[in-house]
Every structure is written in structure tokens, then in C-alpha cells.
């Protein structure tokens, strides 16, 4: 009779204490936890477009007050509603990238890349996307396997948040929509390649490193060309990344890098041969002193047959 | 059921709160202070080497200074907030300012910013408060006037807790532009806008690094300029012939002893055709130990150079994290004697940072010592090199280790490679991000 009359309260109770212990758990495994965490948004210009028309999606980070260095993800898309035009990244926080963005077929794309010295603040641009709305739909653009890593000396990861950016595309109007054509007439910026060898790299060949950006179109690729004469700033090259492993391992060539723009602008850096003078006149000289060693012999031969 | 849910809420928030209201150890270079109590009556402790009145209990943390004392109140650690880099870029009757933000330690929450404006250099300014934001633009400004403005760092109680260095700009009247250069994105600290009747693009930076030390510039991680700072630590370089858009500079110098400061690094929005002026730029003290190994009880020397005359805060980080205070002298060298002797064995980390004038630096390079319990050793004279992510070891981490690292990248790295990688980056055998990561945090271009 007690039992039952007071069942009800002994079962709060052990609620009470059920419910209390599964609390202190949870409270002794999160207390711990930084209460903020860096973000990548995604950011569209509009978040309602018409078939047919442009619009752009802005990738950010948040560092929130931690300092970043490397960041890597995917953005991922649904390729029946959206068709990504141009990856811009002229203006972004990664200074180098590790995996460069590339349109591509794929509904994803990866991206990595490093901020030498770290970048800390809530508002740092990593890409800008130029998007086609294709038919009437609800996409999803998602930023996901997301790594941010501290500036710290070793690598640390730091906490990561972001949403997906939900979009609406409304039936085709017929009219143009959004321009986001560039206008820049402005080389890509100035840079300076090295030529380097090291052991691990293809048996100690000579190769050449180089990058640099273009704030405007952003850089579309580099060119490397190598010329035993001096070359002007439009000599030919061909396509190159770096680094790029030198044809002429004798450093007598003159070497020429490109950097062209998106839009066509280039910006070309000519290295003078590494080898000296002497080095690279040799096998001219080898021929003149075999030449003047012919002449000395048949001088001295003629003597000694007229004597 | 609910008010069962309740109760193990207030248990989660109980402990919590409990969490954030336990004591902890509280130190200075002689002397522990474990699990501290906010004393209303007053009390007394004491040990060999030192006494300690309580007081009618603990309200702020703060120092007296006399001609003859310190008087520190609180437990013994020293919030700080680093100063922004402010740049100031001149437009048709406004200025755009971009700052970086500024990092609280130890109790400091950085919780918004003021912009003091003004027309004599040096103040006074009149402040308005902004938010927390990292850009304002000053409209309604007259051209050809200079303008002289400092950003104030605020905390949640909207207490000024650092402010920036002085950075100047003068408005100019808007010319159609030669040509056309993209707008930047506000990414990296704003800019854009039309174009200004000056001859180039031009920035001008300026900050605090060590006396006559060599000081590096780069822009987007290369190396851009050099110059060599004055006898006062203040350097100037002008950078000219850029294009519009967000710039990540970065800056670096060597003290006398040849080590080699962090890199610091802030974003820059910059304006085709207008002077952006970068200022309060602050190169953190460099720091290195006499000692790689010390026995526990016996001194460790902490020595480093900054600015002349400067306030240095060293941290050395172990289980606990332990302060000190010394000052630099007129040469910017600072040395602080630590007693080990309530330090754990074992590995230990030190770094520093300077403050001066109400500016104060991040934090720089961290020293490493190991305490033990044999005889101390003296540490190696400090190679001008990077400690990791040389992989050339030409004393540089610049692009050619870059494109090393990224030659091996998603490849089975060579046995020659894989003693490289354990020595110079994280040792785990392969090439990843996070082995670029240690390359950014060791860049020197």
C-alpha cells in the first residue's frame, strides 16, 4: 500500500536521478569544448534566380578569432540545376594552392590551399563561384569534408561549422539576369621564379618553381619556355606547372615564365642562364681551339716540310 | 517527465557554471598559489619565499606601480589584447579604414571597436563606435585635409582594453580612371570604389621591430622589400606598382642575435591608383632560452630582443601556464631568469610579447627547454634557419619547399624523402595538409 501510494514519487525519483546522471555525463564530456568554431559560409549574391540567368556564390571564412593557415573541402552541386561557370579565386585568402579548383564536370569539387603566416578575421574570401540556374528547382550548394587547420606550428585542426545554402530557381523570364563579366586590363602581378634542384625531386634535376596572382580575372595558367638566345616577352612556351622540371639540365638557356590571366593579360619573367659566360661559349671555344689547333699543326706540318 | 527534464538541466547548467567557478593554480616565477578562494575577510598565507595578504577580496585584476614598488591585485596572470594593424585609404571626401582583429588573452573578449578621428596628429580624436566589424569608411571628410584616426579595441563592458597606432590619410577629389580595374571583394578588409588622380598604387607600411634589425616584406608570401628599421625599432617601406585588390602581406625581421621573429600577417584591401597607409604594425619580441636542458630548481635564462624600453609578458607553458614581467633595455634586449622549480619535468614551451604605449604585440616564436634532474645543458647557439620545413635547408621556407612538399603530395614518398619529412615536418610518412600547414607557420619566403 505504501509502495503503490508512492510509487509515482519513487519514479520521479529515479527519473529525476536517471535523467541527472545521463546530464553530469553529457556536462563531464562537453564542458571542455570551445564555444566557437571557425565557419566557411556560403554566400549567394540573390538567393532567388530565374532559369537562365548568372548569379554568384561567395565562399567565406570565419576564423573566429583563431588563426588559420590551411583550409581544404568540397562544395558540392546538383548538376541538373546548376551549371558552375568560372571558379574565381583572385581575391582569396590561399596564397598557394595544393589542390587548385577546377571546373569540372563532376557535381563536386575539391579545393586545398595555404595562407603562409596564417589568416585570422570573419570575412575572408577563399572563392567566388559564377553560377547558371539550368531549370526550375531547389538546389543545395554544400561546402563538405571541411578542414581548417591552426596556425601553430603543427597543424592542429580546428572545429569547423557551415550550412548548406538552399536556393530557389523560378521558371526562365527571359531576361538576362546578372552580368559578371570582368574588366581587367591589368597583368597578373609581378613574381619571381627560382631555379632550384634537389635531390628528391626527379634525381636532382634543375627545375623551376614559380606563382603568383592576378586580383582581377584571376590566373588562368603558366607558360615556361627555354631559349639559348635571348628571347623577347613574347617568345613561345608551353604549359606548365610548377615545378617544372627544366629541359636544358646544363642551365645554358635563357628561361622564360609566363603567367596569363583568365582574361588573356600576361605578366612573363625572363631568367638569364645560370651557367656563366665561359660555360655556355664552351663548345664554341672547344671548336675555335680545335680550329686554331688544326691551323697550328698544318702551319708546323707545312714548315717542317718546306725545311 | 518535465520537471525531471528540468532538474537534469540545471544539473548540465549547474556544472557548467561550477566548471567555469573552479579555482585553479595561480602562479608567478617563486611561488604557486593552488585553488585560490575570494576571501571577503581578509586572510594570510605565506612560504619561504614569500607572504601573501588577502585583501577584503578579489574585484579586479590590476597593477599599482610606485618609484620604489609593484603592487599586482589578483591572481598573477596578465590578460592582454593585441593592437590592430589599422590602413587608412584615401577617397573623394571619405577614407576607408581596414583593421585586423584584435586577439584577446586570458579574460579579454574583444567585443567591438571604436574609430577616433581627428585633424592634428596625436589627437585629440573624436570616437564613434562601429561594432565588431574590421572596416568603417569616414564620409563627409574635406579634400586635401589630412585626417588622423587610431582604433580603440573594446571589451564586453565596452572598456577600452588596446588601441591601434595613429594612421593618417588625406581625401582627394575623384578623376575619371585610365582604365578600369575590378572592384575587390570586401574579403581580406574592404577597398574597391572608383579610382584616384594618384600616379600608382601605392602602400605604405609602418611599425615597431627590432633596433637597426633587417626587416622582410612579402607580398602574398614573396618576398616583396627589405629595409632596415631605425635605432628606435620603427621601420617604413613604401611598396608601389600593384594592382587593386586584397593583398595577405606579411612581415618578419632578425634581431641582433640572428633569430628570427614570426611571420605577421594581415590582409589589405588595396584601391588601384589611391596610397593605402598600413600602420601599427608590431613585430612580436623574438625569444630563446641558455639552456635546452635545465635541472628542475635551477634558473633558465629567457632572453629575446623587441622594441627599446618595452614591457615584455613571457608565458612558459606547461600543465600550468606561468607568467612573468621584465622590461627590454634601450637596445631592446630583455632577459628574465625563470625558477624551475615549480615546473613538471619535462618538456617545456616559452614565447613572448612586447608591449609599448598602449600598443601591445601577438605573441612570437615559442623556445623549448626540457627540465630533468641532471645537470643542465646549454643550448646550441640558435641557427638562422627555420626549425622546420626546410626542406632544402637553405635556411628559407619559401616556394622551392612548397613545390617539394607538393611534388610528394598524394605520393608514396622515397625512403631518402620519408627522413626529411620525420625531421622537417609531422614525421608521419606521407605528404598532407597538414605538413603544409607546418610549412605556412615556418613561411619566411
Not at chain 1, 559560409?41 to 532567388?48: H, I, M, N, V, Y
Not at chain 2, 578562494?37 to 601573501?52: C, D, H, K
Not at chain 2, 585586423?100 to 580624436?125: C, D, E, H, W
Not at chain 2, 598604387?201 to 628599421?229: C, E, H, N, W
Amino acid at each position: 500500500m505504501f509502495l503503490y501510494r508512492y510509487s509515482w514519487y519513487l519514479r520521479g525519483v529515479v527519473r529525476t536521478l536517471l535523467y541527472g546522471t545521463v546530464g553530469l555525463v553529457l556536462s563531464f564530456f562537453f564542458w571542455r569544448l570551445p564555444a566557437t568554431a571557425a565557419e566557411i559560409t556560403l554566400e549567394a549574391d540573390r538567393t532567388a534566380v530565374a532559369a537562365d540567368q548568372l548569379f554568384q556564390i561567395r565562399v567565406w571564412l570565419n576564423t573566429e578569432g583563431e588563426t588559420i593557415n590551411t583550409v581544404a573541402g568540397n562544395i558540392s552541386y546538383p548538376t541538373d540545376l546548376l551549371n558552375l561557370q568560372e571558379i574565381r579565386d583572385g581575391n582569396s585568402i590561399i596564397t598557394f594552392w595544393v589542390d587548385r579548383p577546377a571546373v569540372q564536370a563532376n557535381k563536386i569539387f575539391t579545393f586545398s590551399g595555404i595562407t603562409p603566416g596564417g589568416y585570422r578575421g570573419p570575412q575572408g574570401e577563399i572563392l567566388s563561384l559564377i553560377f547558371r540556374a539550368k531549370k526550375m528547382g531547389a538546389p543545395v550548394v554544400s561546402f563538405t569534408n571541411g578542414t581548417a587547420l591552426l596556425n601553430d606550428g603543427r597543424g592542429s585542426p580546428a572545429l569547423l561549422k557551415t550550412t548548406p545554402l538552399r536556393l530557389t530557381i523560378a521558371p526562365a523570364t527571359g531576361a538576362a539576369g546578372a552580368q559578371y563579366a570582368i574588366i581587367d586590363t591589368n597583368p597578373p602581378e609581378t613574381f619571381a621564379p627560382q631555379i632550384a634542384r634537389d635531390p628528391n625531386i626527379e634525381g636532382n634535376k634543375w627545375f623551376v618553381v614559380f606563382a603568383t596572382q592576378d586580383k582581377g580575372a584571376g590566373i588562368d595558367h603558366y607558360e615556361v619556355g627555354e631559349h639559348r638566345e635571348k628571347p623577347g616577352e613574347n617568345s613561345p612556351g608551353e604549359r606548365a606547372e610548377s615545378p617544372y622540371i627544366l629541359k636544358d639540365q646544363t642551365l645554358q638557356s635563357f628561361v622564360v615564365v609566363k603567367a596569363v590571366d583568365k582574361l588573356g593579360n600576361q605578366r612573363t619573367v625572363i631568367l638569364p642562364p645560370r651557367a656563366t659566360f665561359w660555360q655556355r661559349q664552351r663548345r664554341y671555344l672547344i671548336g675555335i681551339l680545335i680550329v686554331l689547333f688544326i691551323i697550328l699543326c698544318g702551319g708546323l706540318w707545312s714548315k717542317k716540310r718546306r725545311s | 517527465m518535465r520537471r525531471s527534464l528540468f532538474i537534469s538541466a540545471g544539473f548540465v547548467v549547474f556544472f557548467w557554471l561550477a566548471s567555469l567557478a573552479l579555482a585553479e593554480d595561480y602562479t608567478s616565477s617563486n611561488f604557486t598559489d593552488h585553488d585560490p578562494v575570494i576571501s571577503e575577510s581578509g586572510g594570510y598565507s605565506s612560504s619561504t619565499n614569500f607572504q601573501l595578504f588577502s585583501g577584503s577580496g578579489q574585484t579586479v585584476i590590476s597593477e599599482s606601480t610606485g618609484t620604489a614598488f609593484t603592487a599586482r591585485t589578483g591572481f598573477f596572470y596578465f590578460p592582454a589584447v593585441t593592437s590592430p594593424v589599422i590602413s587608412a585609404t584615401a577617397g573623394d571626401a571619405q577614407v576607408t579604414l581596414t583593421w585586423t582583429a584584435a586577439a584577446g588573452y586570458l579574460g579579454f573578449n574583444v567585443s567591438g571597436y571604436q574609430v577616433g578621428q581627428g585633424t592634428i596628429s596625436g589627437g585629440p580624436y573624436s570616437f564613434s563606435s562601429v561594432g565588431n566589424v574590421l572596416a568603417s569608411t569616414r564620409a563627409s571628410l574635406t579634400n586635401g585635409t589630412p585626417y588622423y584616426f587610431v582604433v580603440r579595441v573594446l571589451d564586453y563592458f565596452s572598456s577600452v582594453i588596446a588601441t591601434s597606432s595613429q594612421v593618417s590619410a588625406t581625401p582627394v577629389a575623384a578623376t575619371p580612371a585610365p582604365s578600369p580595374s575590378p572592384s575587390p571583394s570586401p574579403g581580406g578588409g574592404g577597398g574597391g570604389g572608383p579610382t584616384y588622380p594618384s600616379a600608382q598604387t601605392t602602400v605604405i607600411f609602418s611599425g615597431r621591430a627590432y633596433p637597426k634589425s633587417t626587416v622582410t616584406l612579402l607580398k602574398d608570401a614573396q618576398v616583396a622589400a627589405t629595409t632596415v628599421a631605425g635605432p628606435d625599432a620603427n621601420f617604413s617601406i613604401t611598396l608601389t606598382g600593384l594592382n587593386g585588390g586584397n593583398y595577405i602581406f606579411s612581415v618578419y625581421s632578425e634581431d641582433t642575435g640572428g633569430r628570427r621573429s614570426s611571420l605577421l600577417s594581415f590582409p589589405v584591401g588595396v584601391t588601384a591608383g589611391a596610397t593605402t597607409n598600413v600602420s601599427g604594425i608590431f613585430i612580436a619580441p623574438t625569444i630563446a632560452t641558455d639552456k635546452s636542458e635545465v635541472k628542475k630548481g635551477d634558473n633558465v635564462a629567457i632572453f629575446g630582443q623587441s622594441v627599446p624600453t618595452a614591457e615584455i609578458l613571457i608565458s612558459v607553458n606547461s600543465d600550468n601556464e606561468y607568467f612573468a614581467k621584465t622590461k627590454s633595455d634601450k637596445q631592446g634586449v630583455y632577459l628574465y631568469n625563470f625558477d624551475t622549480s615549480p615546473l613538471e619535468y619535462g618538456q617545456h614551451f616559452t614565447k613572448s610579447k612586447s608591449a609599448i604605449s598602449g600598443e601591445i604585440s601577438s605573441y612570437g616564436q615559442t623556445a623549448a627547454f626540457l627540465v630533468g634532474n641532471k645537470r643542465s645543458v646549454a643550448a646550441k647557439a640558435p641557427a638562422n634557419c627555420p626549425a622546420k620545413a626546410d626542406l632544402n635547408s637553405d635556411c628559407h621556407t619559401n616556394l622551392i619547399d612548397f613545390s617539394i612538399a607538393a611534388y610528394w603530395y598524394k605520393r608514396k614518398i622515397s625512403p631518402a624523402f620519408a627522413e626529411i619529412e620525420k625531421a622537417k615536418l609531422n614525421g608521419d610518412g606521407k605528404v598532407d595538409l597538414v605538413d603544409f600547414s607546418i610549412m605556412a607557420y615556418y613561411w619566411t619566403g
